[in-house]
């Protein structure tokens, strides 16, 4: 049996306590943030009007999420709670590299 592991980020610098890191049972390991508009009021217009307000972000060397709504309190999650939002999260189109931005792959 794998055992998840949540790790905390220090507090040294912009945005510290504000990530969670955790490894899920693959060993894939995962950086959790928010991610909010700007208070200027500007919307994101190649987002789906679900993402208005901001997204839960779990971003891994493989694949990218995104969650929405934030839940309230995230950070407090258990790693299992994490976790279980991680497979409700939304993957994300990345752009490749190597093509420059020509190309999108899906994941």
């Not at 700007?38 to 987002?47: A, K, V």
């Not at 407090?76 to 020509?102: C, F, I, M, N, Y």
């Amino acid at each position: 049996m794998h055992t998840t592991v949540v790790k905390r980020s220090r507090n040294t610098g912009w945005g510290a306590a504000q990530m969670r890191t955790i490894i899920d049972c693959s060993g894939i390991k995962w950086t959790i943030f928010e991610v909010k508009r700007p208070t200027d009021d500007t919307r994101w217009s190649y987002l789906p009007e679900e993402y208005g307000d901001g997204w839960l972000c779990f971003d891994s060397h493989i694949s990218k999420r995104r969650l929405t709504p934030i839940p309230a309190r995230w950070r407090e999650l258990t790693d299992d709670a994490l976790l279980h939002k991680l497979r409700e999260a939304q993957p994300v189109l990345r752009r490749s590299a190597e093509a420059d931005g020509a190309s999108e792959l899906a994941l």
